[in-house]
C-alpha cells in the first residue's frame, strides 16, 4: 500500500521561511516523480511543483524562485522549501504520486 505523509506546516508570519518534508512507502521511490499541491480555503487543488526521479524541479510559474523542491532517495523523502511567504500561500499543502495523496500539512501564514 503506497503511503505519503506530510509533515513541517504550521503558524508563521508573512516573510519567514518553512519546509515541508513528504514520506513515501509502498513505492520504489528512487523511480517515481512526486507532485506538491496546495488547497488554500474555499479553492480547488493548485498544482505547486512536480520533482521527477533525476531530481529536476518544475514549479508553477507564479511560484518559481521562492518554492524550492528537493528529494532523498535514501531517506524516501521529499522536501518543499518556501521562502518569503506570503498571506496567499495559506492552505493545504499535498504530496501526490499519481492519484495518491497525504492528509496534508497545514500552513497558515499571518501577515
Known amino acids: 500500500e503506497v503511503q505519503l505523509v506530510e509533515s513541517g506546516g504550521g503558524l508563521v508570519q508573512s516573510g519567514e521561511s518553512l519546509r515541508l518534508s513528504c514520506a513515501a512507502s509502498g513505492l520504489t521511490f528512487s523511480r517515481c516523480a512526486i507532485n506538491w499541491v496546495r488547497q488554500a480555503p474555499e479553492r480547488g487543488l493548485e498544482w505547486v511543483s512536480t520533482?521527477?526521479?533525476?531530481?529536476?524541479?518544475y514549479y508553477e510559474e507564479t511560484m518559481k524562485g521562492r518554492f524550492t523542491s528537493s528529494r532523498d532517495n535514501a531517506k524516501n523523502l521529499v522536501y518543499l522549501q518556501i521562502h518569503s511567504l506570503k498571506r496567499g500561500d495559506t492552505a493545504i499543502y499535498y504530496c501526490?504520486?499519481?492519484?495518491?495523496r497525504g492528509q496534508g500539512t497545514q500552513v497558515t501564514v499571518s501577515s
Open positions: 520533482i521527477d526521479s533525476d531530481g529536476n524541479a
Open positions: 501526490m504520486w499519481g492519484d495518491i
